[in-house]
């Protein structure tokens, strides 16, 4: 009996290990219910380290193993919302990432806001383009990436997405996590409230995600 090849993996890539700590612990919880995301096997979790370059690095590695070469790769993780009313917890679904070195655009946005709402009721998920820094970005320097269009802000989403499509062609995305806003600043991340919030809407995205992936038409193997 043939069996039916898979689809190229789903490489998910975070900067943080409290990050990588909410996918994995949401990851247990899917398992549970048998749903490894109707791929074949599970998804890549990178933790890349903080900020552009170490994004870039990471990634770049991992997509020159031949088992990830033709990965449709998601960053995902916290960022920081840029527009007034955007609250801890809030979800952003870039429509397309920037950095000073270019713009990716994100596929199947409308999907992944679609599964976002389903698995996570009552949150509000924000979409539109998603801006990188090398810094982490605060006060006044909000509103100067505001008035450019963007509505969040990361250190490595940009950066991720650029890699990955320089390093061949296939889907991208981008799902992050506000942890602090214009109204909700922050100084730690996972020591108050916001980041609480944060690290549980996190932990509950991967559904949406391998729901993404199913959609994709990646090639099979």
Known sequence: MS??????????ACALGIERL????????????GDHGGAGHRPVVVRTGMGPRAAERAVGRMLATPDLAEAAVLATGFCAGLAPGMHPGDLVVAEETRDPRGTVPCVHTD?????????LPGHTVHTGPLTGSDHVVRGPERADLLATGAIAVDMESAATLLTAVRAGARPVAAVRVVVD???HELVRIGTVRGGISAFRVLRSVLPAFFEWH????LPRR
């Open 214 to 217: 199913r959609s994709l038409p």
């Open 181 to 183: 806003a214009p109204e």
């Open 3 to 12: 069996t039916r090849a898979a689809p190229a993996p789903l490489l998910i």
């Open 111 to 119: 999907l992944l806001v679609k599964e976002l709402t389903r698995a």
């Open 22 to 33: 909410a996918l994995r612990t949401g990851e247990r919880a899917v398992l549970r219910t």
